[in-house]
């Protein structure tokens, strides 16, 4: 017994820095601290350490005695990680508590524990986000894009909570796919390297037939849905679209939804606005205190919180494409016949931020797009036209990012899937296994698609989604 308890004592882990803010030990408590410089002063009598672990946005800080002595003897440079054990008293600065270092004290000690070199590129100025991705193993030690990678953490956290009150299934669809769920072709393919090149017979493709990462794991995750009556999954997806814009990766994570018995597109707008709502209201109510306390900026700030008041502040409006088109061409081209979209024409980025942050002021649904822009599986509207055809789908877009979520009800009779299957030219024969699932017990469902980091950029400010994903992919870009 005592021995498992001393082997016990021995692997417990050290305490986090936000721990330490957190549950202060008591005065005059010898304790150590692990973590990295952030930066490093000293007067005549006193120096003073930034110490951070990344636990939280707060620095603890570090006073040592003697600090002629002191930096003579360690070489104390930013960036070092460093071993500080002192005295951990009341504090006099702006923390409650700081640690002091006294090098006549025999308890305390100071250690390097990993150095750095004269090139660190990490150091106490202004450098701006552009800059700090030409350092992918550094940029997270500052504290903003430190911040994103709790933030990140935090979102999803309430992510899990949200889904769990609503009743559904966490599940894990596959990255490897034998289908295009969108029918772009904008698919990366796998193959293994030892069977690249010899030819197209099933013997030489790894899985027996050409497979791609997935564009979206919605197809598969219908499949579960359909099992275990509602299911969500947040997982990478993969894009090899040529687009180098501040809201394209080529690699970026995805929060899919699937739920039985949806026959109607509303319903999915009204969960849609329900699920980010609630994220949004999490954040306001503390669990955002760690990403605006990480902000220098009063404007930065103020901006994060103006763009939570626009999402909790009023419920949101609903409106069909063709009532887009027609507010796009009547307010935001004035009438002029050269801008004038016509009925069936692409709405672009800047008409969905126009519409979002402009015109209403918030974020707002389109739903009922014509047929001929959207894929296979989306049924026929409500108010079906046949002169101008519209499928019962709908965007959610957002002030200053525009598309966020993307969802429809799905085609669940098989009659009339296998149909618009044949309309399109696609071979159904490849798409088996999806059919099944409506010849078998189908039910009406629908589901959503939306862009994790496009959220995570929108509620925490940042203008790039190349800054709230720790390692960004994009064209000609993967450098670690």
């Known amino acids: 017994m005592l021995r498992s308890l001393h082997t016990a004592a021995r692997t417990n882990l050290a305490p986090t820095i936000k721990h330490l803010l957190e549950n202060p030990p008591t005065a005059s408590s010898l304790l150590t601290c692990n973590g990295h410089i952030k930066s490093i002063r000293h007067s005549k009598n006193a120096g003073f350490i930034d110490l951070s672990d990344g636990s939280n946005q ?20 930013v960036g070092q990680s460093i071993s500080v054990k002192g005295s951990w008293i009341e504090s006099k600065g702006s923390q409650d508590y700081e640690l002091v270092f006294n090098p006549l004290e025999p308890d305390h000690a100071i250690s390097i524990i990993g150095d750095v070199g004269e090139d660190y590129p990490i150091q106490k100025k202004l450098s701006t986000f552009q800059h700090l991705r030409n350092f992918p193993t550094f940029r997270h030690r500052t504290a903003t894009l430190g911040s994103m990678l709790r933030f ?83 997982t990478p997806c993969f894009r090899a679209e040529v687009s180098n814009t501040n809201r394209h990766l080529s690699e970026f994570w995805m929060l899919e939804a699937e739920m039985c018995y949806v026959d109607d597109v509303h319903q999915l707008t009204a969960f849609s606005e329900k699920l980010v709502k609630y994220i949004t209201n999490e954040l306001r109510n503390g669990a955002g205190e760690d990403l605006l306390n990480s902000r220098f900026s009063r404007e930065d700030v103020k901006i994060i919180k103006a763009r939570w008041d626009s999402i909790l502040d009023k419920e949101w409006p609903t409106i069909t494409y063709t009532e887009a088109i027609e507010i796009i061409n009547r307010v935001m081209n004035k009438g002029r016949l050269k801008n004038r979209l016509q009925w069936g024409d692409s709405i672009q980025t800047p008409h969905e931020k126009w519409l979002a942050g402009v015109h209403f002021n918030s974020p707002v649904f389109i739903t009922d797009y014509p047929a001929s822009e959207k894929p296979f599986y989306m049924p026929k509207s409500k108010n079906y036209e046949s002169e101008r055809p519209t499928v019962a789908c709908y965007d959610l877009i957002l002030p200053e990012i525009g598309e966020l979520i993307g969802g429809s009800v799905r085609e669940h009779r098989y009659d009339e899937l296998l149909a618009e299957m044949k309309a399109r030219g696609m071979n159904h024969e490849d798409m088996e296994w999806y059919l099944s699932t409506r010849a078998h017990g189908s039910v009406p469902h629908g589901g959503f698609g939306l862009g994790f980091e496009r959220l995570l950029a929108y509620l925490g400010g940042m203008e790039n989604i190349k800054d709230v994903i720790p390692f960004p992919r994009v064209p000609q870009s993967c450098s670690c």
Not at 64 to 70: A, I, N, R
Not at 158 to 167: E, G, I, P, V
Not at 175 to 200: H, P, R, Y
């Open 58 to 77: 707060h620095s603890l800080s570090v006073v040592f005695k003697s600090p002629l002595d002191v930096l003579a003897a360690h070489q104390l440079k």
């Open 152 to 234: 990140r953490s935090v979102v999803e956290s309430k992510l899990m909570d949200f889904f769990n009150s609503q009743d559904f299934t966490k599940v894990v669809p596959p990255l490897i796919t034998s289908s295009d769920c969108e029918g772009a072709g904008e698919q990366f393919k796998v193959e293994s390297l030892t069977n690249s090149g010899k030819g197209d017979s099933e013997e030489n493709y790894f899985f027996g037939k050409p497979s791609y990462l997935t564009v979206s794991t919605q197809l598969h995750l219908e499949v579960l849905a359909l099992s275990l009556n509602r299911a969500w999954t947040l």
